[in-house]
């Protein structure tokens, strides 16, 4: 099993930067892909920035691409933490937005059917 919690979510205005954070935690944290995706009410939940577990360059919508980075700390007692830092964002970039893992594998990071272990998300909200 793997637990995520997301934080670091709140009110930006356009053009800011936000920095998401989400603790990941269980026993095979070491061996998972992480992304993260995010959500409105009038669309489908999308991926955002992924990366796998090892190896390979991280991975970014055309949306974000430029703008977002995605990165994460080295595992230690079975817990990581994963971030999402938002630069220059604009209102296209407000949503709830979720981390979430897989078990290792050969899929696009993209696939959001594939992965099995979702947060609850956090909200940002980008002002003009």
């Known amino acids: 099993q793997v637990q995520l919690i997301e934080s670091g979510g709140g009110l930006v205005q356009t053009g800011g930067s936000l920095r998401l954070s989400c603790v990941v935690s269980?026993?095979?944290?070491?061996?998972?892909?992480m992304s993260w995706f995010r959500q409105t009410p009038w669309k489908e939940r999308e991926f955002v920035a992924g990366?796998?577990?090892?190896?390979?360059?991280?991975?970014?919508?055309d949306s974000v691409e430029g703008r977002f980075s995605i990165s994460r700390d080295s595992v230690q007692n079975a817990e990581t933490t994963l971030y999402l830092q938002m630069n220059s964002v604009n209102a296209e970039d407000t949503a709830e937005y979720f981390c979430?893992?897989?078990?290792?594998?050969?899929?696009?990071?993209?696939?959001?059917?594939?992965?099995?272990?979702w947060g609850r998300g956090t909200q940002v909200t980008v002002s003009s």
């Open positions: 979430a893992a897989r078990p290792r594998e050969q899929k696009p990071l993209n696939s959001r059917v594939s992965y099995k272990y």
């Open positions: 269980g026993r095979y944290v070491n061996i998972v892909d």
């Open positions: 990366m796998r577990s090892v190896g390979g360059s991280p991975a970014y919508s």
